[in-house]
């Protein structure tokens, strides 16, 4: 007899309906009070929660930790989509009816004849297509989210509009208005004008990891990560050989630091 999981066959366990008919359990009559009472807007917190978890494991190259935050992350758009379902908002058909659709027309040297050179190709192509789908009628950088970190939010609008042209010819133009923008930030004398420059060194920072082809939020996830693994390391040093962490001179602090790097990287 195959193994049973609280009634529930094992070998039923990676199907797709077998997770549709668990949700829907949730929400139903005699479901879990917690899950019946959930609404798009409690589940917001959760979906962001979970987004970065995803993203963690990835930082991490945990692929079995991946494996179970996607999971996790699924069960958010699976428990949105039921709370639409049951309001009569659209169901999760209507939600894989739009994506499978956009993804067919969006990728016409897949689907269709077209042909790409290679993927700046294609990302153009899908933005072209994209337009098409607006008829013109919407702001290039409309849809992209307010609530997006900034720094994320400053390479999608980077990306956009480098779609059209709007953009600096070479990685070199960018490093020298850079320069330009850190030179500028030095003389600002208030701290309404510190606060003016030092945004618009973040925002051509945004537009150097562009053209570089990294991920200015996730470059700064790995950089937090590193300093806190190295800073956890000095605390555990100084621990174990009764030193005051605070009343350390900087030179000695910064001895601690690169033996941190080697340790812990």
């Known amino acids: 007899m195959a193994n049973e999981i609280s009634g529930f066959n094992e070998a039923e366990l990676d199907k797709f309906e077998t997770f549709r008919m668990i949700v829907e359990r949730l929400r139903g009559k005699d479901g879990c009070p917690w899950d019946r009472e959930q609404t798009h807007e409690s589940l917001k917190k959760y979906l962001v ?26 069960l958010q758009i699976m428990l949105h989509s039921q709370i639409a379902r049951e309001s009569g908002e659209f ?19 897949v ?4 042909e790409v050179a290679d993927a700046e190709e294609a990302s153009l192509s ?9 008829n013109g009628s919407q702001s290039l ?3 992209i989210p307010g609530s997006l970190p900034a720094l994320a939010y400053s390479q ?10 709007f953009d600096w010819e070479n990685a070199d133009d960018i490093i020298e208005k850079l320069v330009e923008e850190i030179e500028e930030l030095k003389n600002a004398a208030t701290p309404e004008e510190r606060s003016h420059e030092f945004g618009d060194v973040l925002l051509v ?21 590193r300093f806190t693994r190295r800073f956890q390391y000095i605390e555990e040093v100084c621990r174990g050989r009764s030193l005051d962490l605070r009343g350390m001179k900087l030179a000695d602090l910064d001895v601690l630091w ?7 990287g």
């Open 49 to 74: 929660e979970e987004s970065y978890e995803v993203l963690e494991a990835i930082d991490r190259n945990d692929m079995s930790d991946l494996g179970e935050e996607l999971g996790d992350l699924w």
């Open 91 to 109: 169901s999760l058909e209507d939600v894989l009816r739009s994506v499978n659709t956009k993804m067919i027309k969006r990728h016409p040297h």
């Open 111 to 114: 689907f269709g004849g077209k």
């Open 126 to 134: 899908w933005q072209e297509i994209k337009e098409q789908e607006k």
């Open 141 to 143: 950088l409309t849809g």
């Open 156 to 165: 999608t609008v980077g990306r956009r509009v480098a779609a059209i042209g």
């Open 205 to 225: 920072l945004s537009s150097v990891a562009r053209r570089m082809d990294v991920d200015l939020e996730s470059a700064l996830r790995q950089a937090n990560a």
């Open 258 to 264: 690169d033996e941190a790097k080697k340790e812990v």
